[in-house]
């Protein structure tokens, strides 16, 4: 069975940093591009990034471009996201997902609050 | 960049009725759009992908179409457990999501 688990999740203040970790397994990890997705509270799905099997190409929404970057541990099965320069409306639940073009297997879903 | 709109933006519906809801594209995207649903909170579900093609294991009774700039998720007699927010994704390049269909089952 296919499980994606997030954490990391937290209350941080602007401008501070935060780094999620997605432990995937059940799927051969190093197969699949891997992508992280937000939804703000109430909000719509908002891509944010996805990487490269092997982790050598990255691409990010205009939003987090320098200040956010994805990167993933094949050997550990693990996704990251270092977010740093934390804004207000960064503030979403940031899920974990498969693929490239579409999203096939979702994690549960790690809660990022921004605010002082 | 491209737009994905979806409308209505939420409709109610009876158990056993059909009812299809949109979405359209600032630009021609081809087939390359996905459905998702999401029930009140749990993570998004993938149904559709390349615009017509049912994900492994979703009931055929829901169906994708359209081509260029508008596209048609329908669902054929609609379950109780159809109720749900329901988001179309422009594939690649920069996915983006509509802003989602709300269903409500009456």
């Known amino acids: 069975e296919v499980q994606l688990v997030e954490s990391g999740g937290g209350l941080v203040q602007p401008g501070r940093s935060l780094k999620l970790s997605c432990a995937a397994s059940g799927f051969t990890f190093s197969n699949y591009y891997m992508a992280w997705v937000r939804q703000a509270p109430t909000k719509g799905l908002e891509w944010v990034a996805y990487i490269s099997t092997g982790g050598g190409s990255t691409y990010y929404r205009d939003s987090v471009k320098g200040r956010f970057t994805i990167s993933r541990d094949n050997a550990k099965s693990t996704l990251y996201l270092q977010m740093d320069s934390l804004r207000s409306e960064d503030t979403a639940t940031y899920y974990c997902t498969t693929g490239r073009e579409w999203f096939a297997y979702w994690g549960q879903g790690t809660l990022v609050t921004v605010s002082s | 960049n491209i737009v994905m709109t979806q409308s209505p933006k939420s409709m109610s519906i009876s158990v056993g009725d059909r009812v299809t809801m949109n979405c359209k594209a600032s630009q021609n995207v081809g087939n390359n759009i996905a459905w998702y649903q999401q029930k009140p909170g749990q993570s998004p579900k993938l149904l559709i992908y390349?615009?017509?093609n049912r994900y492994t294991g979703v009931p055929d009774r829901f169906t994708g179409g359209g081509y260029g700039t508008d596209f048609t998720l329908t669902i054929n007699s609609v379950q109780a457990e159809d109720a749900a927010f329901y988001y179309c994704?422009?594939?690649?390049?920069?996915?983006?999501f509509g802003a989602g269909t709300k269903l409500e089952l009456k």
């Open positions: 994704q422009r594939i690649y390049n920069s996915p983006t």
């Open positions: 390349y615009a017509s």
